[in-house]
């Protein structure tokens, strides 16, 4: 939270009993001794009323020679004086719901700091004090360093001076860095025999990070009106006007640096996918300053009482990455622990605790098991498809016997629409007509024009090239109801007479390809159900299915799957093998392997390929690889991610959501994160053309005469996303929707353990978006 008029501390304390009361209210003081307001807020209080934080801070601010105000404020108070989460459960008694969720203690600590905004006259200071330590847990349990994480307050650390001191100070700083706080200053008392501050001086100096030391306050008076007025006068002798002006200085070079960044970053970056002539002003760019769980924290300028940063719902995932939100805790300490053990080490011939762990985790719980026996590592999806490629082409090579030049004119097979990445090989093993595309690209093999399926006018729909719907009859693409999971029940459609006429079209094209003789065909690449970059097209599994079967019962083509978008849940199941009914050869993870916190890649494939490698001849070894191949940061933070995954998959909010779309509990079957009935709803709009859903992925193809990737009616058609007050009125705080598109398909992604009002509130947001434009479309057309 940023304003231009109010500057925002939060007060956390390196353990209990180190100050933080008595440092704040000579905050407090100093604040008023520059004719500032001050607004103190103690979110939680326990013990009597008479001990409590902000009666302190009432009783020693009163103003003395200056029109400034201070006012104070509890938000939840309990009169045991125990850790407020053991306060929290005594007064909820047996009915624990009624304890405030993070979520809520957060929001209502949003709510005073906006009304604080509001209510400011002038130039005026706000300070939020914490209980105990940064560890200490809120209501909930949570500890206070995550639970205000998503406020992002600029934080002044209270350090102890006390024996151990040094190493408590420390301790807590580093548990803030970790989680990205930014701490302006450490505040601490003198204590002449232990002398901490000292030593942490210098220690924090070198860290970019002023301390400040200060006499203790002298003991409490038995007598009260004598303890009053010692106390007063101790604070008179109090001088941190030098702390004053290093904490204004931040938070102005803060906004300095958000303004500015903007302009500085047209000027410095060349964006991928991006057009820079479109990019016409610095408000095209977003100014990311912090992200935590599902949003973004955008800079704006703003009118002088107005926020300058905003909640935006990262609607893409990040480029399809966050499994749990940003900043997950969980998985930055995973980072740091890989880091500061290993940093990165050797990886040929050698082997470490994260790697291996990781690996036999894939092979024997992950989507490999059953089918997998060796681990490749690389650095992204792109790389790990370059690997894969090199895998299946060689071993075809060896299967067919093929030397010397022969080997250099292989192809693959593959599906139009598909993308494997942006590196030369990944891209020669899509269509030519494909947009990621650069001089060297050339095309090496043969596309199939794939059937499609999606939701239109509520009804499940298979929409089919022209050379095979012309055969087609209506009840072989629609749905018998309006339930998906007919699409994607393999085994009841294996027979039917749409999986005949695929058989039938795939084996006689092969046989024209084998004819011609152009070029030979050495693997089956495929992104399974949904293609995602080639405009989020779900594929019909059954013709995937179907052409794996056709390919292995002709060829010795390796098969390999690209489930770096799909794979890990994405789809809400751990590999599209489910669906399928058919393992590969070789498959491709990345993306959510490693919870958007840092790029790895894995590529998985059997015995029989790996033994197309193996000989005693260095020279038929895998010859490829990358600096930072299974570094360990990113193995120990896949490994974390691995095992929040398979807890999250087993959650209630995932049972609920898959209830919905008529899956038992624990069962297979395809669902949604996204309700099934708004998901009908938009299907009906009079400007959209279908929709689809699986997992956590929304997809929305809008009427466009145009279409294709360069199309911009999606972006145009869903502007009013970018309104943080479009639909959802109830919702707190008010959200705006980063969402990115793909020509005329606009699509939506939630991470694994999104809550499930997020996601409403989203759905109200896309809905009051396409109905408003829909409506107005429509009236237009009846003037006209």
Excluded at 177 to 188: E, N, S
Aim: aromatic fraction near 10%; glycine fraction near 8%.
């Amino acid at each position: 939270m940023l304003f231009k008029h109010l500057r925002v501390h939060q007060v956390f304390g390196a353990n209990t009993d180190v100050g933080k009361t008595i440092l704040t209210t000579a905050l407090v003081r100093a604040s008023t001794a520059l004719k500032r307001d001050v607004f103190y807020l103690k979110p939680i209080s326990t013990g009597a009323m008479e001990d409590a934080d902000d009666a302190h801070i009432t009783r020693f601010t009163k103003p003395q020679n200056t029109t400034a105000k201070v006012s104070t404020e509890c938000l939840y108070r309990f009169h045991v004086p125990v850790s407020p989460h053991l306060a929290a459960q005594l007064a909820a008694g047996d009915e624990s719901e009624k304890i405030v969720p993070d979520k809520i203690f957060v929001n209502s600590i949003f709510s005073y700091v906006q009304r604080c905004a509001a209510a400011a006259a002038g130039p005026s200071h706000i300070y939020v004090e914490t209980a105990g330590g940064v560890h200490s847990p809120t209501l909930s349990g949570t500890t206070q360093v995550d639970a205000y994480r998503p406020l992002f307050l600029p934080t002044i650390l209270v350090g102890d001076s006390r024996l151990g001191g040094i190493s408590a100070t420390i301790s807590a700083y580093e548990s803030l860095l970790l989680r990205g706080y930014i701490v302006d200053a450490i505040l601490l008392f003198r204590d002449e025999y232990y002398r901490n501050s000292e030593y942490l001086t210098p220690y924090f100096a070198e860290r970019g990070v002023d301390v400040a030391a200060f006499d203790k306050p002298p003991p409490i008076n038995p007598n009260p009106t004598q303890n009053v007025q010692e106390t007063e006068e101790y604070y008179k002798s109090l001088d941190l006007a030098s702390v004053q002006k290093s904490l204004t200085s931040r938070h102005e070079q803060r906004l300095t640096q958000l303004e500015s960044m903007s302009k500085r970053s047209m000027d410095a970056f060349w964006w991928p996918f991006v057009q820079h002539g479109l990019v016409e002003s610095r408000k095209d760019v977003t100014v990311i300053d912090s992200a935590s769980g599902d949003f973004f924290s955008i800079y704006k300028d703003a009118e002088n009482k107005k926020p300058l940063l905003s909640h935006q719902l990262d609607g893409s995932a990040s480029w399809w990455t966050q499994t749990f939100g940003h900043a997950n805790s969980s998985l930055t300490l995973a980072a740091a622990r890989a880091a500061g053990r290993y940093g990165h080490v050797m990886f040929p011939q050698a082997t470490h605790e994260p790697a291996l762990r990781l690996a036999e985790r894939l092979l024997h719980d992950g989507p490999g098991q059953n089918w997998a026996s060796r681990v490749f590592f690389s650095d992204n999806g792109s790389t790990g498809m370059e690997v894969a490629l090199k895998m299946a082409l060689r071993t075809y090579s060896t299967r067919m016997g093929l030397q010397g030049a022969d080997r250099k004119k292989l192809g693959v097979l593959g599906l139009k629409g598909s993308y494997h990445g942006d590196t030369i090989g990944a891209m020669d093993a899509c269509a030519e007509e494909g947009v990621y595309t650069c001089e060297w690209h050339e095309a090496k093999g043969f596309w199939f024009d794939p059937p499609t399926v999606a939701i239109q006018d509520g009804v499940p729909v298979i929409t089919l090239p022209e050379v095979l719907a012309k055969a087609a009859a209506p009840s072989d693409t629609r749905a018998p109801s309006d339930a998906v999971s007919w699409i994607y029940d393999i085994p009841a459609r294996l027979d039917t007479r749409l999986a005949q006429s695929y058989r039938a079209f795939i084996s006689s094209t092969l046989d024209s390809l084998e004819r011609s003789g152009e070029q030979r065909l050495a693997a089956l690449v495929l992104e399974p159900l949904v293609m995602g970059a080639g405009g989020m097209l779900f594929v019909d599994p059954l013709f995937q299915r179907v052409l794996i079967d056709v390919v292995r019962s002709r060829s010795n083509m390796p098969v390999i799957f690209d489930e770096v978008f799909v794979g890990l849940y994405r789809l809400g199941m751990q590999s599209t093998t489910a669906v399928l009914g058919t393992n590969p050869d070789i498959a491709v993870y990345a993306k959510i392997l490693t919870g958007g916190v840092l790029p790895l890649a894995v590529t998985l494939t059997t015995d029989k390929i790996f033994e197309a490698f193996l000989s005693q001849d260095k020279a038929t070894a895998l010859l490829h690889g990358h600096s930072y191949t299974a570094h360990a940061v990113g193995c120990e933070v896949a490994n974390e991610s691995l095992r929040l995954i398979e807890k999250e998959s087993r959650s209630e909010a995932w049972e609920q959501a898959r209830g919905r779309w008529g899956v038992s509990v624990g069962g297979d079957g395809a669902w949604s994160l996204w309700d099934p009935e708004f998901i009908k709803a938009v299907s009906g709009l009079g400007n959209v053309v279908e929709v689809m859903t699986l997992g956590t992925v929304l997809a929305i193809k809008v009427k466009d005469a145009q279409g294709g990737y360069v199309s911009h009616s999606a972006q145009t058609l869903l502007q009013g996303l970018k309104d943080a007050n479009l639909g959802s009125e109830d919702v707190y705080p008010p959200f705006s929707v980063h969402y990115r598109t793909l020509g005329n398909v606009a699509y939506f992604m939630t991470s694994l353990n999104t809550a499930p009002e997020t996601i409403r509130a989203l759905e109200g947001k896309i809905w009051t978006a396409l109905e408003s434009h829909s409506e107005t479309v429509e009236r237009r057309s009846r003037h006209f």
